[in-house]
């Protein structure tokens, strides 16, 4: 099973993401009915599904999450980002970089707060990227060593661009900077 | 030049660390050869034809006398004593041991210098005037927009793994010497009528496989905006650029596609939620940047003719081609030639770097450019010491007075280094120089940009240069199409063209001889010395150039006698 770094640390991932695609839950069975899900468990939805079962989903108990494949727009679900509890963005590949794209907006433009997790091909090397477009949480790639993979949050100490961790770029906090020190 | 500060040393400190552990997973089984792959090209590192090759940025062409020595230390010491100067204004060794990069870099990190981005799926090095600062026609010092902009770049965390690279180039003047209308945004500063600068924001122009010459997209760009307005434009194409075919994945294939009106509206549309955000520039961010670029502290001189007479044969002509106009007056900027026949254009040896090092303490307040041409300027030359300095630089074989004429030849690497090639380029080009080693003849034909390519990826340029060369592969064996007509644009208000190939290809050996009867054609039809072999080809068009050169075998005979009796 995937390891999940959560705020820099090895976490516990209480998330199932429901597997089979949208289809599989969209699907009528034999007995005429579409698949129930489980009343209590925190689950993570592909979009397709929550477009169609979103309000059976999010009248649960448990939490429900979303996932987004890269070519989904984030603003698609704008409306109800206040009622999710998390949203994955799925790295196919890890050069595919749409992802962080996806990230960026929905925390500024959409102003989403909650958990944002990266799963798919999530390697070391790009963790601090993804930290900084706005992720806070990593499914890492199986054969990825956790311990390895936190020391990359540390790798650089400073960043130029405004992002995520940093919401002012570093030419507007290096006055700040040489205010404090002058 | 540009001098870092505590945090711009520490962010180049840190690379080389995380580079250097990178480097080490990957000797010890830890990453993948694709993992590693990504990550080394995005520090200039590639697993080459013989060995690897190590890109070093040069950003946007700015080098100080101890970088230079710097990199000669390093050519002598890692590699086989020489690098090579690209069209990306970069510097290229051939022969780097894998195990020993962390160390270059090191090194490098100690004279303010990386490899950071220099290839990848990422915003590339900044490309500018070569004459930036200095040039009496600009309108801003681009190499200020031009270290804004490497800041930017510099590890953006959301434009780091992009469908494809990503080139922006930069001009302050309205002779676009940094080739604006060929990469993938191009940036040319001006005034609009209130007098305030701006930059005309051209998107979607390229080389390599599908040449096409930049989109304006937007006519004037307050300066305030120009990241906002950039990190639009890299939205817009990180989402929706091509990623599924490599060969259509750069935004060229994007604005082509969406066509440039709708892909303005849509970048217009995303910069609508960014304007006016954190990354807004301030005045106080761009006089910091200026302060930070020290500046030469010129004598008061007054421009005077410079003595020709008695100066023995040449200098009349280096000056003439290799020296340029200086806002200041008593200076010139000065070119150092990598062009002299039998030397692989933009090459250069340890021992010539630390002489031209030299050159620049001593003539030049110890600063130096790359051009994207494979030359080197000094920018800073005082007119009364042109002289003395054409003795130094013809010394160490750097003072072949033959910029922007035929033997200026911009080559990329070609197959004898680069494991992308179709053919090789090196040996087309000294073939060519060889052929046109008369200097009086070369002069005569007067000013023609040749640029060779190995492949379609276009490194050497061939689509801009008046004649073009490409190398292909035709079952195994290398031949070469040659196009006429396309133009890289240093004359203002004209656009970039890209040129037409006039037929069938060439083998090696015939390459040259079919230049000369396109050089025959045009001194026969050009209407005075003013006319430039590019000028004729737009007006007379193709066609007689391609009659000369493929012509009927009755023709050729006729043409050949016509030589021997005038001969």
Redesign the interface.
Same mark, same amino acid.
């Given at each position: 099973m995937a390891t999940l770094v959560k705020d820099d640390r090895i976490a516990i991932d209480s998330w199932q993401l429901l597997e089979g695609g949208a289809a599989r839950w969209l699907t009528v069975g034999e007995d005429g009915l579409v698949a129930d899900f489980a009343a209590e468990a925190d689950l993570i939805a592909p979009l397709a599904l929550l477009k169609v079962r979103g309000e059976e989903l999010l009248g649960r108990a448990g939490r429900t999450g979303v996932l987004l494949e890269p070519n989904d727009d984030p603003a698609a679900i704008a409306e109800i980002l206040d009622q999710l509890s998390l949203v994955a963005v799925r790295f196919p590949k890890f050069g595919d970089g749409r992802g962080y794209s996806t990230a960026r907006l929905l925390r500024e433009r959409y102003g989403y707060e909650g958990e944002l997790r990266a799963v798919g091909d999530v390697l070391r090397d790009q963790l601090l990227f993804m930290k900084r477009s706005g992720f806070d949480s990593f499914s890492l790639r199986d054969d990825q060593d956790p311990g390895e993979a936190i020391a990359a949050f540390g790798e650089f100490s400073e960043e130029y661009q405004a992002s995520n961790t940093q919401p002012q770029p570093l030419f507007r906090r290096r006055y700040s900077h040489a205010a404090r020190v002058g | 030049m540009y001098q870092y500060?505590e945090?711009d040393q520490?962010?180049v400190d840190? +690379?080389v660390?995380?580079f250097r552990d *990178?480097t080490r997973?990957f000797l010890a089984g830890?990453?993948q050869e694709d993992?590693f792959r990504?990550?080394r090209l995005r520090n200039g590192l590639y697993i080459q034809r013989h060995a690897p090759m190590l890109r070093i940025a040069i950003p946007y062409g700015i080098l100080s006398s101890r970088q230079l020595r710097k990199l000669a230390s390093i050519a002598r010491t890692y590699d086989r004593g020489y690098g090579h100067f690209s069209t990306r204004q970069n510097l290229q060794l051939n022969w780097p041991r894998l195990e020993d990069v962390p160390e270059i870099l090191a090194e490098l990190a100690t004279v303010q210098m990386h490899a950071i981005q220099t290839s990848g &799926?990422c915003v590339r090095n900044i490309t500018t005037d070569h004459f930036a600062g200095v040039a009496p026609d600009e309108i801003v010092d681009s190499l200020v927009w031009s270290e804004i902009l490497r800041?930017?770049s510099?590890?953006?965390?959301?434009?780091?793994?992009?469908?494809r690279k990503f080139k922006i180039a930069i001009s302050g003047s309205p002779a676009d010497r940094a080739a604006t209308g060929v990469h993938d945004i191009g940036l040319m500063a001006l005034r609009n009528d209130a007098g305030e600068i701006g930059f005309r924001v051209l998107v979607g122009g390229g080389l390599g496989r599908t040449p096409i010459v930049g989109h304006v997209i937007r006519e004037f760009l307050p300066w305030r905006h120009l990241l906002t307005y950039i990190e639009a434009i890299l /939205?817009v194409y &990180? /989402?929706y650029g091509r /990623?599924d075919n490599l060969q259509k994945a750069r935004i060229k294939i994007l604005v082509k596609e969406r066509g440039p009106e709708a892909f303005r509206d849509e970048v217009d549309a995303e910069w609508a939620?960014l304007e006016n955000?954190?990354?807004t520039?301030?005045e *106080?961010?761009v006089a +910091?940047v200026a302060e930070r670029f020290t500046r030469p502290p010129y004598e008061t001189l007054s421009d005077e003719p410079v003595q020709i007479k008695g100066t023995g044969p040449g200098f009349g002509a280096w000056l003439k081609r290799n020296v340029h106009p200086h806002r200041v007056p008593g200076y010139a900027a000065v070119t150092l030639s990598l062009k002299k026949t039998g030397v692989p254009p933009g090459d250069l040896t340890d021992a010539q770097m630390d002489a031209v090092a030299d050159l620049a303490d001593r003539y030049s307040f110890g600063e130096l450019r790359v051009t994207h041409e494979q030359n080197l300027v000094l920018a800073d030359v005082r007119q009364r010491d042109l002289h003395e300095f054409w003795i130094e630089a013809k010394g160490v074989g750097l003072a072949t007075p033959n910029v922007g004429l035929l033997t200026n030849i911009i080559a990329c690497p070609g197959g004898d280094f680069c494991s992308l090639a179709n053919a090789r380029s090196i040996p087309i080009a000294e073939a060519i120089q060889r052929r046109f080693d008369d200097l009086d003849y070369v002069f005569d034909i007067g000013e023609l940009d040749l640029n060779i390519s190995g492949c379609m990826n276009a490194c050497g340029h061939h689509h801009v240069g008046h004649i073009g060369i490409l190398g292909v592969d035709k079952n195994g064996e290398e031949w070469y199409q040659v196009e006429i007509g396309g133009s890289q644009t240093r004359v203002p208000g004209a656009p970039a063209a890209l040129g037409r190939v006039i037929g069938p290809s060439f083998s090696a050996e015939e390459v040259p001889a079919a230049i000369e009867r396109l050089i025959e054609v045009y001194l026969e039809r050009r209407d005075s010395d003013a006319e430039r072999f590019i000028d004729v080809v737009h007006r007379i068009g193709v066609a007689p150039f391609k009659e000369r050169v493929y012509g009927n075998p009755g023709e050729r005979r006729q043409n050949r006698d016509r030589q021997l009796a005038a001969a």
């Amino acid at each position: 099973m995937a390891t999940l770094v959560k705020d820099d640390r090895i976490a516990i991932d209480s998330w199932q993401l429901l597997e089979g695609g949208a289809a599989r839950w969209l699907t009528v069975g034999e007995d005429g009915l579409v698949a129930d899900f489980a009343a209590e468990a925190d689950l993570i939805a592909p979009l397709a599904l929550l477009k169609v079962r979103g309000e059976e989903l999010l009248g649960r108990a448990g939490r429900t999450g979303v996932l987004l494949e890269p070519n989904d727009d984030p603003a698609a679900i704008a409306e109800i980002l206040d009622q999710l509890s998390l949203v994955a963005v799925r790295f196919p590949k890890f050069g595919d970089g749409r992802g962080y794209s996806t990230a960026r907006l929905l925390r500024e433009r959409y102003g989403y707060e909650g958990e944002l997790r990266a799963v798919g091909d999530v390697l070391r090397d790009q963790l601090l990227f993804m930290k900084r477009s706005g992720f806070d949480s990593f499914s890492l790639r199986d054969d990825q060593d956790p311990g390895e993979a936190i020391a990359a949050f540390g790798e650089f100490s400073e960043e130029y661009q405004a992002s995520n961790t940093q919401p002012q770029p570093l030419f507007r906090r290096r006055y700040s900077h040489a205010a404090r020190v002058g | 030049m540009y001098q870092y500060d505590e945090i711009d040393q520490r962010i180049v400190d840190e +690379r080389v660390a995380q580079f250097r552990d *990178q480097t080490r997973r990957f000797l010890a089984g830890k990453l993948q050869e694709d993992e590693f792959r990504a990550l080394r090209l995005r520090n200039g590192l590639y697993i080459q034809r013989h060995a690897p090759m190590l890109r070093i940025a040069i950003p946007y062409g700015i080098l100080s006398s101890r970088q230079l020595r710097k990199l000669a230390s390093i050519a002598r010491t890692y590699d086989r004593g020489y690098g090579h100067f690209s069209t990306r204004q970069n510097l290229q060794l051939n022969w780097p041991r894998l195990e020993d990069v962390p160390e270059i870099l090191a090194e490098l990190a100690t004279v303010q210098m990386h490899a950071i981005q220099t290839s990848g &799926n990422c915003v590339r090095n900044i490309t500018t005037d070569h004459f930036a600062g200095v040039a009496p026609d600009e309108i801003v010092d681009s190499l200020v927009w031009s270290e804004i902009l490497r800041q930017w770049s510099t590890f953006h965390p959301e434009f780091t793994y992009l469908p494809r690279k990503f080139k922006i180039a930069i001009s302050g003047s309205p002779a676009d010497r940094a080739a604006t209308g060929v990469h993938d945004i191009g940036l040319m500063a001006l005034r609009n009528d209130a007098g305030e600068i701006g930059f005309r924001v051209l998107v979607g122009g390229g080389l390599g496989r599908t040449p096409i010459v930049g989109h304006v997209i937007r006519e004037f760009l307050p300066w305030r905006h120009l990241l906002t307005y950039i990190e639009a434009i890299l /939205r817009v194409y &990180n /989402r929706y650029g091509r /990623r599924d075919n490599l060969q259509k994945a750069r935004i060229k294939i994007l604005v082509k596609e969406r066509g440039p009106e709708a892909f303005r509206d849509e970048v217009d549309a995303e910069w609508a939620h960014l304007e006016n955000g954190p990354a807004t520039l301030t005045e *106080q961010e761009v006089a +910091r940047v200026a302060e930070r670029f020290t500046r030469p502290p010129y004598e008061t001189l007054s421009d005077e003719p410079v003595q020709i007479k008695g100066t023995g044969p040449g200098f009349g002509a280096w000056l003439k081609r290799n020296v340029h106009p200086h806002r200041v007056p008593g200076y010139a900027a000065v070119t150092l030639s990598l062009k002299k026949t039998g030397v692989p254009p933009g090459d250069l040896t340890d021992a010539q770097m630390d002489a031209v090092a030299d050159l620049a303490d001593r003539y030049s307040f110890g600063e130096l450019r790359v051009t994207h041409e494979q030359n080197l300027v000094l920018a800073d030359v005082r007119q009364r010491d042109l002289h003395e300095f054409w003795i130094e630089a013809k010394g160490v074989g750097l003072a072949t007075p033959n910029v922007g004429l035929l033997t200026n030849i911009i080559a990329c690497p070609g197959g004898d280094f680069c494991s992308l090639a179709n053919a090789r380029s090196i040996p087309i080009a000294e073939a060519i120089q060889r052929r046109f080693d008369d200097l009086d003849y070369v002069f005569d034909i007067g000013e023609l940009d040749l640029n060779i390519s190995g492949c379609m990826n276009a490194c050497g340029h061939h689509h801009v240069g008046h004649i073009g060369i490409l190398g292909v592969d035709k079952n195994g064996e290398e031949w070469y199409q040659v196009e006429i007509g396309g133009s890289q644009t240093r004359v203002p208000g004209a656009p970039a063209a890209l040129g037409r190939v006039i037929g069938p290809s060439f083998s090696a050996e015939e390459v040259p001889a079919a230049i000369e009867r396109l050089i025959e054609v045009y001194l026969e039809r050009r209407d005075s010395d003013a006319e430039r072999f590019i000028d004729v080809v737009h007006r007379i068009g193709v066609a007689p150039f391609k009659e000369r050169v493929y012509g009927n075998p009755g023709e050729r005979r006729q043409n050949r006698d016509r030589q021997l009796a005038a001969a």
